[in-house]
């Protein structure tokens, strides 16, 4: 079975710039989650999806935003990109919108803002 | 603030011996916690959890012990292997909460020497 899957690998963007993420969850998982994990660091959190509506949000500016799609894969846009945007973009999916199903991460997009 | 702190970022350890990875916490919503470990290249595997209602898990090789009054989780690895060598990431979520969204530590990177 394919596990969460993500494009592209990686990504050149320069400051100012909009980028567009993708994610495809496993099989049957009906909730896609988003984080940002920078050099150093651990993931951040970003969005939650569930059955296409918002589930949850982080402690992010509004240019980036996020969307579910009917058959629940989902999009990460980044508008007006700063040089603090370049990390690691991580993409989980469940089965459930609750805390104790587990999420399975996919690989990441790396994102290098110039 | 950082509401999940691992304050070891790395860790030496023989093949064989325990390995003792620590986590801090200071909110008090949070009853759900995890163990992540995480490969170059690859987004975070889930390897254990544990409950709130619980002082300890164990899963064949990992245990993970909690002290919800310290406010602090370990996860010992007995017998380390050098096959274990990654960074482990401790992440907290508040099951009260509509989603499932993950706060997670800075990581330790674990090193089992041969």
């Known amino acids: 079975d394919a596990g969460v899957t993500q494009s592209p690998t990686h990504l050149i963007k320069t400051r100012g710039q909009h980028v567009t993420l993708r994610c495809s969850p496993i099989?049957?998982?009906?909730?896609v989650s988003w984080y940002q994990q920078v050099l150093g660091q651990g993931p951040q959190f970003i969005f939650q999806y569930y059955e296409k509506e918002e589930r949850g949000r982080g402690n992010f500016p509004d240019r980036f935003s996020a969307r579910q799609f009917p058959n629940y894969s989902s999009e990460l846009n980044v508008n007006a990109l700063l040089l603090g945007d370049s990390a690691l973009y991580l993409c989980?999916?469940?089965?459930?919108?609750?805390?104790?199903?587990?999420?399975?991460f996919g690989p990441g997009t790396r994102l290098t803002v110039l | 603030d950082q509401q999940v702190k691992q304050n070891s970022p790395s860790l030496s350890v023989q093949e064989g011996r325990i390995s003792i990875l620590n986590c801090d916490y200071t909110?008090?919503?949070?009853?759900?916690f995890l163990w992540y470990k995480k490969y170059p290249a690859e987004g975070p595997t889930f390897l254990i959890s544990?409950?709130?209602?619980?002082d300890k898990n164990e899963d064949g090789r990992f245990t993970v012990f909690l002290n919800k009054s310290a406010k602090h989780l370990s996860l010992h690895i007995v017998p380390s292997q050098p096959g274990d060598s990654a960074v482990y990431f401790c992440a907290a979520s508040a099951s009260r909460n509509a989603g499932n969204m993950l706060t997670f530590g800075g990581g330790t990177r674990l090193m089992v020497k041969p």
């Open positions: 544990i409950s709130s209602i619980k």
């Open positions: 989980a999916s469940t089965r459930g919108a609750g805390a104790y199903n587990e999420q399975f």
């Open positions: 909110n008090s919503m949070f009853d759900y």
């Open positions: 099989s049957g998982h009906k909730s």
